[in-house]
């Protein structure tokens, strides 16, 4: 590997999270520390600014892959603030440490705020789930492993059926699983006692940034008088909305919503396929993280202390 190269696996995570092989936001910040250092570990770079550039050009690559949760940038900057030498091995064994720590605390704080989110959950409740999102599958299996009995309607989740591999989950827990299509939330809304679903990015003013159709779910859920809890680690509170960036929203390819095929037989249309949506703070009773619980309006306390004003990006910086 020669100089600002990047290393094969480093494409290969990149390719994997592009095409949502690796998804979810938790997963996709653990994939790039360790992508981050298999980088350092593999690195021939002569010179400690060889190295750095290297890092950076990986950096980039990592990060151009999806653009709305927060928690890939928040990995890289995790791993970029604690590189520190003054020689390449110095900084390659400060990288390979950092993501080191970046995975013990990921499961740290999944750990954490799952005993936080059972706490919310009692005996006999019926959940409502959206999507697959290891920190709200999180807080049911802590509340499982409380010896609380539930149950849970598990929403499909078009296009990418994301809701498969949190029925999978769910079972693996021995909880019972009644599978829906998106569009029947509201109607077994009446049976459920809590929505549990998680988030790619929190922005200052509590706004929660998660799989299209969780602010939908949101609005009916608050219709029908059910609490709706956000599962997210502090590492999806996304820096940039305190200096007012706004959260960009994926679009994917249209061929996710429908095949060329059976569009060619309808004629001429548009389709747009945005993975995710906003849901303003007034339809979400709780943010539950590793530092505890949070009315979403509150969040920005927490974000200031972890952020101060704002952040940056360090391997934006020239090469
Ligand atoms: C996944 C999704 C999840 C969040 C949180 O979208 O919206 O709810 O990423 O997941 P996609 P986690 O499938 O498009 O990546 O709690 O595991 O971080």
């Known amino acids: 590997m020669g100089s600002q190269e990047v290393h094969q696996e480093v494409e290969a995570v990149a390719e994997d999270i592009a095409t949502m092989e690796t998804r979810g936001a938790a997963t996709i910040a653990r994939a790039v520390a360790d992508a981050l250092a298999t980088q350092a570990a593999a690195s021939e770079a002569e010179t400690p600014t060889d190295f750095r550039s290297e890092m950076r050009v990986a950096a980039r690559l990592l990060s151009d892959t999806r653009p709305t949760a927060v928690s890939l940038p928040n990995a890289l900057r995790f791993v970029f603030e604690q590189m520190d030498g003054e020689t390449v091995d110095e900084l390659k064994a400060t990288s390979i440490a950092a993501a080191d720590r970046f995975r013990v605390q990921l ?18 409740d019926t959940v409502m789930t959206h999507c697959h999102s290891t920190d709200a599958l999180a807080c049911i299996e802590a509340a499982v492993d409380q010896g609380k009995d539930l149950s849970a309607v598990v929403k499909e989740t078009r296009p990418r059926n994301q809701g498969h591999i ?9 909880v019972p699983v009644t599978l829906v299509v998106d569009s029947a939330a509201r109607r077994y809304l009446d049976e459920v006692d809590h929505v549990v679903v998680g988030a790619d990015s ?11 159709g969780t602010s939908g779910l949101a609005v009916v859920a608050r219709e029908r008088g059910v609490p709706i809890m956000v599962a997210a680690q ?8 305190l200096t007012g960036h706004t959260v960009e929203i994926e679009m994917r390819d249209e061929r996710e919503v429908i095949d060329d095929e059976a569009r060619r037989d309808i004629g001429e249309i548009t389709v747009e396929n945005p993975a995710f949506d906003v849901t303003p703070p007034r339809y979400v009773d709780a943010i539950v993280t590793e530092r505890g619980q949070f009315p979403p309006e509150s969040i920005v306390t927490l974000m200031r202390d972890m952020f101060g004003e704002g952040t940056d990006d360090p391997w934006e910086a020239e090469t």
């Open 107 to 124: 499961e740290r704080a999944q750990d954490d705020l799952g005993r936080v989110g059972a706490n919310r959950l009692r005996d006999g």
């Open 166 to 174: 949190t029925a999978q989950a769910l079972r693996e827990m021995d």
């Open 202 to 212: 929190i922005a200052a003013d509590g706004s929660v940034i998660n799989k299209i």
């Open 234 to 241: 502090t590492i999806k509170l996304h820096p940039a909305t």
